[in-house]
């Protein structure tokens, strides 16, 4: 039995593309003789992380950190695991996977935490103190800008349609989107769509009548849309796409003006976490304005602060955008999308849009 739910949850979960799991310790800065530690799991790229790292340990420099680069799923997976078996895991978690990410806190494996900046916080963004959203990362269309020199690119999903239909045959073969049934953050999008739009399966049939290709991660799409082998990019990972367009000019970005759903990062202090004052000490940085500062500026990665200035924060887009934005509420209203009837039920209407002439 656990086979198969393991099965079903690798092939649905809220997952990113990443390197192969890996451990990084960060040693203490002040020499004692046996240094506490923190241990966090997490699916963001340790790499990328470092600068939060750093800037947190120098605040703590007797504290020695453990970070482990996981698969969300496998995340997931040990927590329950640990917690089931040993009554000790990770002292903070740091996940994609938002529906993984809830499941835990509704199967009880996650504690409630004393966050300084939890009054401050989005209500949207935190469920009752124990998960808390920690970025704001839109879903946008992504195009290439030397192939719309002659038409502008779509500003909402009525002009892509209008697009895809006008010019079926210059784009054929020359737009990218997400294979849903391959990623879970491509499902999750499809899935919200469908909620907010009720055209989204015209929208899906145009993708299907001009060859879209379909792939299980953010960057080859935008790979081949930076350089001119695709023309368009449908549902991408907005930050993903700002990282690629520093370096590309020829990329553009849209926010889709009819709405723009914004998914998130969310953190929590599991209830089994060997030194949780450590995990709700870090908790407590990562929601201050110095780390998310460095989550903005360094990271990359928008902030939600709620008085953090600048181009990378969500007080900076919805300023620019508005109402038009959708951020994904932190809550069991997420463990909808682990339920397997309703996958293979938008699955087979997702393929048969796609067929359909």
């Known amino acids: 039995m656990y086979q198969k739910v393991r099965f079903f949850l690798a092939i649905i979960s809220i997952c990113f593309v990443q390197s192969a799991s890996a451990q990084k310790v960060f040693p203490a800065k002040i020499a004692t003789e046996e240094a506490p530690s923190l241990t966090i799991y997490s699916s963001l790229d340790q790499q990328i992380s470092t600068p939060l790292l750093e800037a947190f340990q120098k605040q703590n420099p007797a ?181 690629w367009a520093k370096n590309n000019p020829d990329l553009g970005i849209i926010l889709p003006n009819d709405y723009t759903i914004v998914m998130s990062r969310i953190a929590l202090v599991p209830v089994a976490a060997g030194s949780p004052k450590y995990g709700a000490l870090l908790l407590n940085f990562l929601m201050s304005e110095t780390g998310q500062q460095i989550m903005a500026n360094e990271v990359e990665l928008t902030a939600i602060h709620p008085t953090l200035k600048g181009n990378n924060t969500a007080r900076y887009l919805r300023s620019k955008h508005g109402n038009q934005l959708r951020p994904i509420p932190v809550s069991p209203g997420l463990l909808v999308f682990l339920d397997q009837v309703k996958r293979a039920r938008l699955i087979k209407k997702w393929n048969n849009a796609l067929r359909a002439q």
């Open 63 to 243: 504290l020695k950190i453990i970070y482990e680069d996981l698969q969300t799923l496998d995340i997931y997976e040990r927590i329950i695991r640990e917690t089931d078996e040993n009554g000790t895991t990770a002292d903070l978690v740091f996940s994609s996977a938002m529906d993984l990410q809830m499941k835990l806190v509704n199967d009880g494996y996650a504690q409630r935490v004393n966050v300084a900046n939890a009054r401050n916080w989005p209500a949207w963004a935190n469920w009752r103190n124990t998960a808390f959203a920690l970025t704001y990362e839109p879903s946008v269309v992504v195009y290439h800008k030397p192939s719309f020199t002659d038409i502008a690119p779509p500003q909402n999903r009525k002009e892509l349609r209008e697009i895809l239909r006008n010019n079926s045959d210059r784009l054929y073969g020359k737009v990218g989107t997400y294979d849903i049934e391959r990623s879970g953050l491509g499902y999750l999008f499809l899935a919200l769509d469908q909620e907010h739009s009720r055209n989204i399966w015209s929208l899906v049939r145009g993708l299907g009548a001009t060859g879209v290709k379909l792939y299980s991660s953010s960057s080859a799409i935008l790979e081949r849309v930076s350089d001119g082998r695709f023309s368009l990019g449908y549902n991408i990972l907005g930050s993903y796409a700002a990282n």
